[in-house]
């Protein structure tokens, strides 16, 4: 097997079926020659992940919950046993209670803003540290956030809050790290039909209106988002760290609809 990702060894959190992000990403890198380590949360996603790993090559498979710490600690004491080093990590988990992910974000309870900020933000903190670890030869590592996070996005709420402190510590994970020779970056992207985004209101026409107002007229997929995750994860991108890359079909570049829309 060949490829730009050849003998490079990551982890990728966050993948729940086959619509997921994560799985788009990790189609793509393993397409390109890595080997695969999958984190889980709770047996029943185990059970789908498993054979999607296997579709990939990987039999590495753990469970990881972000709110427990253990978990955390056993996923990378267990990649220390069997692999010795991590070249990359994917972190593409996010969760609020999707009762306050509607009305006003003034709303907001403080359980929720705590428990939201702690799995939405704070785990990839705690994740990068444990593994900068094990990135003795340098590394990459790459989040999910969304453009809810520098513009209102109706209903988006507490997770707007949380992806712009996930943002913010993007940069200073970067500054930390980069001397080093670890990279860390992130991938906004547009909205996508994955279970968390399908499981909020509006979400069809959230869609429709990607498709009508964004300057490549469409929505993304997992796989623009795995191809762009590709250059941020391998040496392609050995210039770039902090940054937030948008794949959005460049709805963030736009103030006004499209105007065609606007005469219907
Ligand atoms: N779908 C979109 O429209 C969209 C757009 C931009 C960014 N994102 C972000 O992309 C990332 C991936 O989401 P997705 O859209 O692929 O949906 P998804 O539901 O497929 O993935 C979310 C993952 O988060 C995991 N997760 C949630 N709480 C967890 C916890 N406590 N411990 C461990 N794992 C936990 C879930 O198990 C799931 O695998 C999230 O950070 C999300 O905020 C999604
Ligand atoms: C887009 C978009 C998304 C997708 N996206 C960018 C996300 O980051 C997913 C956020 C999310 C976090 N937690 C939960 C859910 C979604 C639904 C299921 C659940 O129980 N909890 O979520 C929205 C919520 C409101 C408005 C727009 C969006």
Same mark, same amino acid.
Request: net charge neutral; proline share 3%.
């Given at each position: 097997? +060949?490829?730009?990702? /050849?003998? /490079?060894?990551?982890?990728?959190?966050?993948?729940?079926?086959?619509?997921?992000?994560?799985?788009?990403? !990790?189609?793509?890198?393993?397409?390109?020659?890595? @080997?695969?380590?999958?984190?889980?949360?709770?047996?029943?996603?185990?059970?789908?992940?498993?054979?999607?790993?296997?579709? $990939?090559?990987?039999?590495?498979?753990?469970?990881?919950? #972000?709110?427990?710490?253990?978990?955390?600690?056993?996923?990378?004491?267990?990649?220390?046993?069997?692999?010795? /080093? $991590?070249?990359?990590?994917?972190?593409?988990?996010?969760?609020?209670?999707?009762?306050?992910?509607?009305?006003?974000?003034?709303?907001?309870?403080? @359980?929720?803003?705590?428990?939201?900020?702690?799995?939405?933000?704070?785990?990839?903190?705690?994740?990068?540290?444990?593994?900068?670890?094990?990135?003795?030869?340098?590394?990459?590592?790459?989040?999910?956030?969304?453009?809810?996070?520098?513009?209102?996005?109706?209903?988006?709420?507490?997770?707007?809050?949380?992806?712009?402190?996930? @943002?913010?510590?993007?940069?200073? $994970?970067?500054?930390?790290?980069?001397?080093?020779?670890?990279?860390?970056?992130?991938?906004?992207?547009?909205?996508?039909? +994955?279970?968390?985004?399908?499981?909020? !209101?509006?979400?069809?026409?959230?869609? !429709?209106?990607?498709?009508?107002?964004?300057?490549?007229?469409?929505?993304?997929?997992?796989?623009? #988002?795995?191809? !762009?995750?590709?250059?941020?994860?391998?040496?392609?991108?050995?210039?770039? +760290?902090?940054?937030?890359?948008?794949?959005?079909?460049?709805?963030?570049?736009?103030?006004?609809?499209?105007?065609? +829309?606007?005469?219907?």
């Amino acid at each position: 097997m +060949t490829g730009i990702m /050849k003998g /490079k060894r990551g982890l990728i959190m966050g993948v729940a079926n086959n619509h997921s992000i994560a799985w788009g990403i !990790s189609k793509a890198l393993a397409g390109q020659g890595a @080997e695969l380590c999958f984190t889980y949360q709770g047996e029943a996603l185990g059970k789908r992940v498993k054979p999607l790993a296997a579709e $990939l090559g990987s039999d590495f498979l753990l469970p990881c919950d #972000v709110e427990d710490i253990a978990s955390v600690d056993a996923v990378i004491d267990a990649i220390k046993e069997r692999w010795g /080093k $991590l070249d990359f990590i994917v972190h593409a988990i996010g969760f609020s209670d999707k009762n306050e992910l509607k009305g006003l974000y003034a709303d907001t309870s403080r @359980e929720n803003f705590t428990r939201t900020m702690v799995i939405s933000c704070f785990s990839f903190t705690e994740i990068a540290r444990r593994a900068a670890d094990l990135m003795s030869e340098g590394g990459t590592m790459l989040t999910l956030t969304y453009g809810g996070s520098v513009r209102v996005m109706p209903n988006y709420n507490v997770m707007g809050v949380a992806k712009a402190a996930l @943002e913010a510590s993007v940069r200073y $994970l970067a500054s930390d790290y980069g001397p080093r020779g670890i990279r860390v970056n992130a991938i906004s992207a547009g909205p996508i039909r +994955t279970l968390a985004g399908a499981g909020i !209101s509006d979400a069809r026409a959230m869609l !429709s209106w990607q498709q009508k107002n964004s300057p490549l007229r469409r929505t993304v997929t997992i796989d623009d #988002v795995g191809n !762009s995750a590709l250059y941020l994860l391998s040496d392609l991108s050995g210039g770039v +760290t902090g940054e937030i890359h948008y794949v959005d079909s460049g709805y963030n570049i736009t103030s006004m609809p499209a105007l065609e +829309t606007l005469s219907r």
